[in-house]
């Protein structure tokens, strides 16, 4: 239903013009203004979607009411009614943004066909507003999952190029400026889902990163740098706010690991081994340490040579190449007994990298405790007998977790997105029904199946928009909601990657060999 205001100063023009617009248009409702001022007046209260003004009228004339209602009503339409059909007038109405004209007199079928237009465009905006609120109302259910994906997918290696891309767009697009990582762990008394929604909205407040999905009692955060300020202050300000929140969600004692700030997305994984390596010693008072002070505690970093090492030993830990991390840890006491480095410092790096294993270990969703040695070591020989006991432990624990649950696993979380392919399907989501960490659920996809699970994802979509697509009665709009899609133009996308020709050229191959 529409409203329509009528201005004009003379009442047999309001009433005649009212008179004819009822016969073509008998839904409408409508109001009538005798002058400029009681138009602004009416405007404001009753709110109409079309206003028929006259121009040339005492006090305000029409000109200047459309002007001033424009102000405070910008979806409203406007006719210009006038028997002065002159070019200053046509210029000012435009700049106005009036629809069309009525000439005194006019035809009843010229009336009715002017305004029939104007109706029809106020009904393609109604209808492309109500879609694009549609559209925003779903985005904005979807977005949460969105970004604990791409967060999941950029920090542990597992980016999808083309998946990846648009994901990216809804989130606000590429980014091009430096950011890092802030890896918050929590101990395992915390009100852990409390804390994390918390932390999810503070951040989406401060619109200062984004979050991923909660993996073992750690939260990993993407924090953009922001141009005037250094990454350093960036995080301070943000751990005193996630300390605030500690408080106020009984979140018990946690720690904060901080890497360093790199340029472009491709770089921050970096970051975030940084951030974890920097959250192996969760002892410090300061609940927070950056990485790039881990290496002012010593000669080196973590007790090696280069940083590089500790970061391949991060990546070495999550591909489970044992032999490797068994290599390096006891390489770096070799290392150390060969330069007489004191005892105790040795000790203490060592625990470092067994506590790293223990982290890595939660962010699969295993617990185990923390390594720690039985007694005080007083020779390099004990510290390599009681290492290799602690280090043996955790790869056994580690070991059997993966062979109970990765046979069964991998075909629940088949079967989980084939039942569920026209949902937003997300690592978090299904991690939760599952009962895995989303980084491990992810790892253990692409090991198995050879493709990610998002690609599995988009196969069985596709499979089923080639379905829908061979039924004439479903518009290809239809189809891309129906398999999970909230985007035409995306769904085509997709559908032309994966079949080499658009869901349109598909639909006419098929129909083309049915006749």
């Not at 503070?202 to 955060?221: D, L, N, Y």
């Not at 602690?390 to 069964?408: F, M, N």
Request: net charge neutral.
């Amino acid at each position: 239903m529409f409203k329509i205001l009528i201005v004009d100063d003379e009442q047999v023009e309001r009433e005649g013009l009212q008179a004819i617009l009822q016969k073509g248009f008998p839904t409408c409702q409508y109001a009538q203004a005798r002058n400029g001022a009681r138009a602004i007046e009416t405007a404001g209260v009753w709110k109409p979607d079309l206003i028929l003004m006259d121009i040339k009228m005492p006090g305000v004339n029409g000109i200047e009411a459309i002007g001033r209602i424009s102000e405070f009503l910008p979806t409203a339409k406007f006719i210009m009614v006038t028997a002065y059909e002159t070019f200053d007038y046509a210029r000012q109405a435009l700049k106005l943004g009036v629809k069309d004209y009525l000439l005194k007199p006019s035809k009843a079928s010229e009336i009715i066909a002017t305004i029939g237009k104007v109706i029809e465009a106020i009904e393609r905006d109604r209808a492309e507003l109500e879609k694009r609120s549609y559209e925003e109302n779903a985005l904005q259910k979807v977005m949460p999952l969105v970004e604990s994906d791409v967060v999941t997918q950029l920090l542990f290696d597992h980016v999808h190029d083309v998946h990846i891309d648009d994901m990216l767009k809804l989130l606000g697009g590429e980014l091009t400026s430096e950011a890092f990582v802030m890896l918050i762990t929590l101990p395992g008394e915390a009100a852990t889902e409390a804390l994390y929604s918390a932390i999810k909205a503070k951040v989406r407040h401060t619109e200062s990163g984004w979050v991923g999905a909660m993996s073992g009692h750690q939260i990993p955060i993407i924090v953009f740098c922001v141009e005037g300020k250094t990454y350093r202050s960036q995080a301070a300000l943000l751990v005193q706010q996630f300390l605030m929140l500690q408080e106020r969600n009984a979140g018990g004692d946690f720690f904060i690991g901080i890497g360093h700030p790199y340029a472009g997305l491709e770089q921050v994984r970096l970051s975030y081994q940084e951030a974890l390596l920097a959250t192996a010693n969760a002892g410090l008072p300061t609940k927070h340490r950056y990485y790039e002070d881990m290496g002012k505690q010593g000669a080196s970093a973590g007790g090696y040579q280069d940083k590089q090492t500790e970061k391949q030993f991060v990546d070495s830990i999550r591909l489970g190449q044992w032999d490797t991390v068994r290599k390096t840890v006891m390489a770096l006491i070799d290392r150390h007994d060969q330069t007489n480095a004191p005892l105790a410092q040795s000790g203490q790096w060592v625990l470092e990298r067994l506590w790293i294993i223990a982290r890595v270990a939660q962010e699969m969703g295993i617990e185990v405790e923390k390594p720690l040695f039985s007694f005080q070591v007083r020779q390099y020989q004990q510290l390599r007998a009681e290492t290799d006991i602690l280090l043996s432990k955790l790869i056994e624990a580690i070991v059997t977790y993966h062979s109970r649950v990765q046979p069964d696993a991998v075909g629940q979380m088949k079967q989980y997105i084939i039942e569920h392919s026209e949902q937003d399907i997300s690592l978090e989501r299904m991690a939760k029904y599952i009962g895995l960490s989303p980084f491990y659920m992810s790892k253990m996809f692409k090991e198995q199946e050879g493709i990610n699970y998002i690609d599995f994802l988009t196969e069985c979509r596709i499979e089923r928009a080639k379905k829908l697509i061979a039924d004439p009665r479903l518009s290809l709009k239809e189809i891309t909601y129906e398999v999970g899609y909230n985007d035409p133009n995306y769904f085509s996308k997709v559908f032309k990657k994966s079949c080499g020709v658009s869901p349109t050229d598909y639909r006419k191959a098929i129909f083309g060999k049915k006749g």
